[in-house]
């Protein structure tokens, strides 16, 4: 999926050093503006909440809080898709 979003340009992937390794990073290509029209008012809503939540976070810091998760601790045995439905019960958030 992530690759088809770089071949029409909405997204860019980069590669950083970041602590003892490489990462890869999926940013926005800057082609696209946000279209608030797309949403409901309870999904900006929940845009604006996750945003101010980890708006000063680094990408290392919300993956660590993502492995509190039962999502993440439910799947990595196997290194399994998470199901959607975990998101329904997100814990630190």
Known sequence: MFNALVEKGI???E?????????????PSGKMKFDA???SS???ESIKYIAG???DMTATDIAE?????????D????????????AFGLETV
């Open 65 to 73: 809080i993502s492995h509190q998760e039962p999502a993440w601790k």
């Open 11 to 13: 997204i860019r992937k």
């Open 53 to 55: 939540k980890f708006k």
């Open 42 to 44: 309870s999904e900006l």
């Open 15 to 27: 590669y950083a050093i970041i602590g003892n390794g490489e990462v890869e990073q999926i940013l």
């Open 75 to 86: 799947n990595i045995d196997g290194k399994k898709i998470i199901p959607f439905t975990y």
């Open 37 to 39: 029209s797309l949403f």
